[in-house]
């Protein structure tokens, strides 16, 4: 079984990572969204919350699987059997960002690939980071977000 991992923090999930998803669930018997915990990050959302959200965009898709988990992320791969680790790249410092993870976690274990999926031109511009600025100044998100999301925020 082809298991891959799509790691981040979907706080909140955005238009981009449903489309990053969407379109690679199709090489995969098995995606896996894992939610990190990250102590760095200062969270708007719980990891309770964001796996139900994440479960309610995903609720067709029965190939789709959401945990929440922490630690080393290639150390969660192993756990759950996932050989591919997924990544969206939107821009040239995402790039180089997510190539330095990858050459580490490739350092760690060789057998775990990245796959690096290019973000639709027209999200290359939306983050979860963004989002959550215009949430807490009472912005409109509904353009950002999937509409399955919006009753969680």
């Known amino acids: 079984m082809k298991i891959a ?3 981040g923090s979907f706080d909140p999930i955005t ?3 449903v489309d990053i998803i ?3 669930v199709s090489l995969f018997d098995k995606v896996v969204i894992g939610i990190g915990k990250n102590s760095n990050k200062n969270a708007l959302l719980s990891p309770e ?4 959200m994440m479960e309610a965009v995903f ?7 959401v945990t929440a988990y922490e630690g080393l992320t290639i150390n969660f791969c192993k756990e759950i059997g996932a050989l591919y680790m997924l990544r969206g790249i939107r821009t040239v410092s995402d790039f ?4 330095a993870i990858a050459q580490m976690n490739h350092e760690l274990e060789p057998s775990i690939e990245s796959i690096f999926i ?3 031109p027209g999200y290359s511009s939306i983050s979860s980071t963004i989002v959550r600025d215009i949430l807490r100044h009472h912005g409109d998100i509904s353009k950002f977000v999937p ?7």
């Open 22 to 24: 969407k379109r690679s």
């Open 96 to 99: 180089e960002y997510e190539k």
């Open 5 to 7: 991992l799509f790691p």
């Open 118 to 120: 290019l973000s639709n």
């Open 59 to 65: 609720a067709d898709e029965p190939r789709i699987e």
């Open 49 to 52: 919350i964001r796996i139900q």
């Open 15 to 17: 238009i981009a990572h």
């Open 147 to 153: 509409k399955e999301a919006l009753r969680f925020l």
